[in-house]
């Protein structure tokens, strides 16, 4: 099966990089000075679960596709989509599976529009990886899952095909009839421990520590369990448990990445993460002239606030 990875970042960089160390046939699509430093320096990943370094790994430019791809493991930022779309259109054939790990859902629709749902399979990662001065893929702990499937649940020739492309590749891989709602479970919670560690400008085990901390991050995490309830896909009572251990554990020095990009100055997927869980929220109920104080705005519309005012000061700046 021949797969291209979009992008050889910290996420790309890992899954593409175990993929092509376990002998798939994996190319990078990248543009110039990222494949000048692969080039020059190999695809370098240092992880818990094993170091490697992939001397040239194979690359691409846009401009040179010229023929289509089994798989498209898609792994860029959410703010990214659009142009990552025109650089790996030429790259779509009349059976290539698209495997997008991009948080939230809003990119589902704009690959549906662009090539045809048939061609976009449901995907989810669990990682946490940066890339360092020198371009290498940090692994930061030792969770690396990938799980995708149809989005209809269906198992198809094609999913059997890539589930085993995918495994035994030095992580984990897992093929899922409910790909959907692994989606929305992990937007949950990412929008939360994202929403509630930006705000505060703190760590979960700082936010606990605090005097209402933990009250706020549990209101944020119920408003998003309603956003997914009123979807059509409630997060399981045991999910639910699991979310709140993690996200009100003392001690804890957990954070999203994109407080870390926040704290550097990057660009940060505020509309994909936040802002479209507050546009899928039950809409509040219209004021009346009667109302005489303005409504309390909910934890999802202040942690939007913050972040479009934090995006607001970098294009200033």
């Known amino acids: 099966m021949r797969i291209l990875v979009v992008g050889a970042g910290a996420t790309g960089g890992y899954f593409g990089g175990r993929l092509l160390q376990h002998g798939r046939d994996v190319t990078f699509l990248v543009r110039g000075p990222r494949a000048a430093a692969l080039a020059r320096d190999g695809l370098v990943v240092h992880s818990p679960m094993g170091d490697a370094t992939l001397d040239a790994p194979p690359t691409v430019r846009a401009f040179e596709l010229n023929e289509p791809y089994d798989l498209i493991l898609l792994s860029c930022k959410a703010y990214g989509l659009a142009a990552a779309v025109t650089d790996f259109a030429a790259a779509v054939g009349p059976q290539t599976a698209i495997l997008p790990v991009l948080n939230g859902m809003a990119h589902l629709e704009t690959l549906d529009q662009r090539f045809g749902s048939a061609h976009v399979l449901g995907g989810r990662c669990m990682i946490a990886a940066t890339l360092d001065e020198n371009g290498g893929v940090q692994h930061l702990n030792r969770t690396h899952a990938l799980t995708f499937g149809e989005r209809d649940g269906t198992s198809t020739s094609r999913l059997q095909a890539i589930t085993a492309a995918l495994s035994d590749a030095g992580f984990d891989a897992r093929a899922s009839s409910t790909i959907m709602q692994d989606m929305w479970d992990k937007w949950v919670f990412l ?34 369990c309603a956003v997914a309830e009123r979807a059509g896909h409630t997060v399981s009572t045991t999910t639910q448990q699991h979310a709140r251990a993690i996200l009100t554990e003392a001690n804890s020095t957990l954070t999203a990445s994109m407080m870390r990009d926040l704290q550097e100055g990057h660009a940060i997927e505020a509309d994909q993460i936040i802002g479209d869980m507050l546009a899928r929220a039950a809409p509040p109920t219209a004021a009346t002239e009667a109302d005489a104080q303005p409504r309390t705005p909910s934890m999802l519309a202040v942690v939007y606030a913050c972040l479009k005012a934090y995006e607001a000061g970098r294009k200033g700046s």
């Open 191 to 224: 929008a939360t421990l994202a929403g509630i560690t930006c705000l505060l400008r703190a760590s979960v085990g700082n936010i606990v520590a605090a005097p209402g901390g933990t009250a706020a991050t549990l209101a944020l995490f119920a408003e998003c």
